[in-house]
């Protein structure tokens, strides 16, 4: 359902929104004062009711995570935000940064009090200057105010928020691999267990969150978890409150709009999107490019009445609202929440040679099923989209996918393998065009 | 010759090292501080950031050849950086990179003759929904079409 507001995005209209001064006479950094004020156990309980579900990519509960930080006297504890954003399609975090920083600090306070820790590090990827330039000075004006530093608002626990950057590597995304390049290391995923929590940067405790699953913490204490959850359609399957939806593509107005979770893809695409620029959709890779294509084609098979998905049984995909568990049990992923959008005017072959060019490009070398698959995948899909591929190799991308998944380090295994199985299964009949000589009716391109 | 920091990166250097628990965590923050100065890292670059953090010079080498951004051999002046990726493909980035081709008379990965201007392709840049898009040195250049293409390199061409 489409229910529009207005909180992380408040600020995105003010003149000079990303000053303190604003900020302030916004109400900010009251929500900060309030939960310093806070017992932490209570910090973390009203994150825990506000199902806020991690908007990097994964879903999992942020105030759950908080809960498994456990104070250790002899480990400092550290909070490390994750706006790295590389993945495809996805252009929220960036919209954070540059238009309400205060808000991204704030959280970052309320954070790092709750976890146990006094050093913040935001990891921010280092093309993104605008981005790291406005948090700095917002850090510097809350330093000024009294609000970062050794007692903030008084108090006296002590926290220091940094930026740090990294230098161009999609991998660095990945949380463990953002901990060795925050070391000052090659980016390379580490193998889990241990997790963050247990061992994270420095080999201490660490809790990793996404920039706008921070950005969203001022209100979770501000309104209270529950209220805050209440926002969503979706708080009945603990997936909460409002959050940054993305669309790009082949759409009239292309963007980031800020709703109540519950939005569907058809109000995304049709309604804060505008339609379709050209064409009719063909496809629509929910939530940026590790997540399985859908089709407008394809409708909810849930007969079951305990299935997640009842409710939508019968109805095309696209009024599915956009959740972590209704995407999921749709065989897809809400990802990043920011969709891409391509018409029927499009080649999907060449839509799968593209991402799987960025893949190629992107895995980090350490496991064997993912450099060499993710690149005999490249291969493959460049010979099709030439005319140049058979049948057989085209066959042989299933067996290679299913060799990648569940046999790598880290989750970038996957993420590449399912989109490709995906496409390669949602749209045979075009792959087989390409495979078998016939003409391409999108001429094998992307933007016709 | 031996490489060296400016005064003005070296007290940027003293004030990055108070950020971090451990002299290593400050190697990419101190090799930016490298590239900024000269364009890229030099071997004599690594071996000074390698000095200042007590890393083996080949340590370091391998943060370098791990991150994209790192060059490691002298670049143009200007830095052109076309996203290829999804979003902007659909929306015409293939074009603009042709354009830009012929507009600087050079191929992708390559610097003009006059070391002004190195034309690079780039994966997403998290600007998407302004596609296409391209960075030129640290600044965004969205909604591209191919007027805006030419002033844009036209300014950088005659600087
Ligand atoms: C290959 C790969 C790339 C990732 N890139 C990002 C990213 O750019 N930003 C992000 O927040 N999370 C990214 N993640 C997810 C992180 O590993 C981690 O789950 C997330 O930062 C946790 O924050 P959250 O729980 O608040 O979502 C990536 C994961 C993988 C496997
Ligand atoms: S799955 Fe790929 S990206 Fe992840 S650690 Fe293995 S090789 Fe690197
Ligand atoms: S695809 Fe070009 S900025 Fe994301």
Redesign the interface.
């Known amino acids: 359902m489409l229910k529009p507001v207005k909180i992380l995005t408040k600020m995105y209209d003010v003149p000079e929104g990303w000053t303190m001064r604003a900020y302030e006479r916004a109400g900010g950094y009251q929500a900060a004062k309030k939960a310093l004020g806070m017992p932490q156990a209570t910090v973390i309980d009203e994150m825990k009711k506000g199902n806020v579900r991690g908007r990097g990519g994964a879903g999992f509960p942020a105030g759950v995570k908080w809960g498994f930080m456990k104070p250790d006297p002899q480990k400092?504890a550290y909070l490390v935000i994750n706006a790295d954003?590389?993945?495809?399609?996805?252009?929220k975090?960036?919209t954070l940064m540059e238009k309400d920083p205060h808000r991204c600090i704030e959280g970052c306070i309320i954070g790092s009090y709750a976890i146990g820790a006094h050093v913040c590090y935001i990891y921010v990827?280092?093309?993104?200057?605008?981005s790291k330039e406005r948090l700095w000075s917002a850090i510097r004006e809350a330093k000024d105010r009294g609000f970062l530093g050794a007692h903030p608002f008084g108090g006296n626990y002590a926290i220091e928020v940094?930026v740090?950057?990294?230098?161009?590597?999609?991998i660095c995304g990945e949380e463990t691999a953002l901990l060795e390049?925050?070391?000052?290391?090659?980016?390379?995923p580490r193998l889990k267990p241990p997790f963050p929590a247990q061992r994270g940067v420095?080999g201490n405790p660490t809790t990793v969150n996404n920039l706008e699953t921070i950005a969203a913490v001022p209100t979770v204490i501000e309104m209270g978890g529950e209220a805050f959850s209440k926002l969503s359609s979706l708080h009945h399957l603990n997936d909460g409150g409002c959050r940054l939806f993305?669309?790009?593509?082949?759409v009239k107005n292309?963007?980031?709009f800020e709703a109540c979770v519950g939005l569907t893809l058809r109000e995304l695409i049709y309604d804060l999107g505008g339609g379709m620029s050209r064409g009719e959709l063909l496809g629509v890779?929910p939530g940026g490019?590790s997540c399985p294509v859908l089709l407008p084609s394809e409708k909810v098979n849930a007969p079951d009445e305990k299935s997640v998905l009842h409710p939508w049984h019968g109805q095309s995909v696209l009024d599915v609202p956009l959740g972590v568990d209704t995407m999921r049990n749709l065989g897809t992923m809400l990802g990043t929440c920011?969709a891409?959008v391509?018409s029927d005017e499009?080649c999907p072959v060449a839509?799968m040679q593209?991402?799987m060019a960025?893949y190629r490009?992107?895995s980090?070398g350490q496991c064997t099923p993912c450099r060499e698959g993710v690149g005999w995948i490249d291969r493959i899909v460049t010979k099709l989209l030439h005319g140049e591929g058979s049948v057989d190799e085209l066959d042989r991308i299933h067996d290679i996918g299913n060799g990648i998944m569940g046999n790598t380090i880290c989750a970038f295994g996957e993420g590449s393998a399912m989109p490709a199985l995906g496409l390669v299964r949602k749209f045979r009949r075009h792959f087989e065009e390409h495979a078998t000589g016939k003409p391409c009716s999108a001429g094998g391109r992307?933007?016709a | 010759m031996a490489f060296v920091l400016s005064a003005e990166r070296e007290r940027e250097m003293s004030e990055i090292f108070t950020?971090y628990?451990?002299r290593?965590?400050?190697?990419?923050?101190l090799?930016?501080l490298c590239q900024d100065q000269e364009g890229y890292v030099s071997e004599e670059a690594m071996s000074y950031v390698a000095e200042q953090?007590g890393m083996a010079p080949s340590q370091v080498k391998?943060?370098v050849t791990?991150?994209?951004?790192?060059n490691t051999a002298p670049v143009g002046k200007h830095q052109v950086?076309v996203c290829?990726?999804?979003?902007c493909?659909?929306?015409?980035?293939?074009?603009i990179i042709g354009h830009c081709e012929k507009r600087l008379g050079v191929h992708v990965g390559e610097t003009t003759k006059d070391g002004k201007v190195t034309l690079r392709t780039?994966?997403?840049?998290?600007?998407?929904?302004?596609?296409p898009m391209m960075?030129v040195d640290?600044?965004?250049y969205e909604n591209l079409t191919s007027a805006e293409v030419d002033r844009i390199l036209d300014r950088l061409l005659e600087a």
């Open positions: 400092p954003e590389g993945e495809p399609g996805t252009f975090d960036r990827r280092d093309e993104l200057h605008l940094y740090h950057t990294g230098a161009g590597a999609y390049s925050l070391e000052g290391k090659r980016g390379e420095f993305g669309v790009s593509g082949h292309p963007g980031i890779i490019s920011c891409i391509f499009t839509v593209n991402l960025f490009h992107e980090c992307l933007d | 950020r628990p451990t290593k965590a400050a190697c990419i923050p090799l930016h953090l391998g943060v791990f991150y994209t951004l790192f950086w290829k990726t999804l979003s493909a659909l929306r015409g980035a293939k074009d780039a994966e997403c840049l998290a600007s998407c929904g302004t596609a960075q640290k600044k965004y």
